[in-house]
């Protein structure tokens, strides 16, 4: 009967095909991936350009406004006045510090079993204490773990590491 046999036909076809049920699903999900993975990149490529972009003016705008509220006549009167070698030591003083806190930091981290390099440690320091330096209660420290993820440290232990060193401090 042909009915029969289209039934046969295609039981036969179930089961080749829903042997595994995943098979189905795998193709499928290879099938999306392969074709959108293209779109999604430009969109996050533009998206960060735009994100970058829209920093890049809110802080232009920011320091003309830092600096139109100070005025350029008095800032360079001070700027001026400045003892060079007061300034010199500062800086040396501020770059040493941080380099003793990124040791620390990677020290931490390594007693944890995780290795990081350290100047990629340091640049994540510098980017904890200097957001830190503006935000209330210090807590931009709370930012370093996510600066130090494109080393692949988790941020769990980066965190535990953060709060830590600055229980102790």
């Known amino acids: 009967h042909p009915l ?16 595994n049920p995943f098979n189905l699903i795998s193709k499928f999900i290879d099938v999306m991936t ?6 999604p990149q430009q ?3 533009s998206k960060r350009f735009l994100k970058y972009a829209l920093q ?20 360079y009167k001070e700027l001026v006045g400045i003892k060079l070698e007061y300034l010199l030591v500062a800086f040396l003083m501020y770059f040493g510090i941080n380099v003793l806190f990124a040791l620390r ?3 931490v981290l390594a007693k944890d ?5 350290f100047g990629k440690t340091l640049l994540a320091q510098y980017a904890g204490m200097l957001t830190s330096d503006v935000t209330p209660g ?6 370093t773990p ?3 993820r494109d080393q692949n440290v988790p941020t769990s232990k980066s965190l535990s590491a953060i709060l830590g060193i600055q229980t102790i401090e």
Do not use: D, H, P
């Open 43 to 45: 969109k996050n490529t």
């Open 146 to 148: 996510l600066y130090l």
């Open 105 to 107: 930091l990677q020290r």
């Open 138 to 143: 210090r807590s931009g420290y709370m930012l």
């Open 56 to 75: 890049i003016i809110c802080m232009v705008a920011l320091f003309a406004a830092l600096l139109w509220y100070v005025g350029l006549e008095s800032l």
């Open 34 to 39: 392969n074709t959108q993975i293209q779109q």
């Open 113 to 117: 079993g995780i290795k990081t390099s």
């Open 4 to 19: 029969l046999q289209s039934s046969q036909l295609s039981s036969r076809i179930q089961q080749r095909l829903f042997r």
